[in-house]
């Protein structure tokens, strides 16, 4: 991720277009508690303003415009994609989102994988395989459309260079 010199370099003060220099993206109930608390604490530490969802966003399943302002107005978006990412629409919808800013923006994306391989989210494999048989179960054309745009974002963000994070 580099130094927090580097983020702050690309602050909010360098873009006035940007409000959060860093927007994180995750499966709550895999990180909340812990890698994603930690990561969001250090960076508020180091006095990097950085956008964390909080449990109630999720409530209506699809994005609310205020969580797409918010990845509209951030520099860095950190994903960490953990072993449940790809259950939820919520965070597929936003990775949706991010890929979009990153291409249109040019926008640094970083993502972490969090005891899944690179190649799990790139392929789609194991439980991101799994979920997109679940998700695929009766769709429709225009679900399987939607389906297959989740795809393409998890591959487009999996072929970043990005950070492994496995137990010790």
Known sequence: MGSSSTLKASSSTSNPYSYYDVFLSFRGKDTRKTFTDHLYENLVAHGIHTFRDSEELEKGGEIASDLLRAIEES?????????NYATSKWCLNELVKIIDCWKEKGSTVKPVFY??????VRYQRRRFKDA???????ADQEKEKKIETWKNALTTAANLSGYPVQDQ
Request: aromatic share 14%.
């Open 115 to 120: 005891h899944v391989e690179p190649t799990e």
């Open 132 to 138: 997109f048989l679940e998700c695929a179960i009766g």
């Open 75 to 83: 520099e860095i978006f950190i994903i960490i994609f953990s072993e």
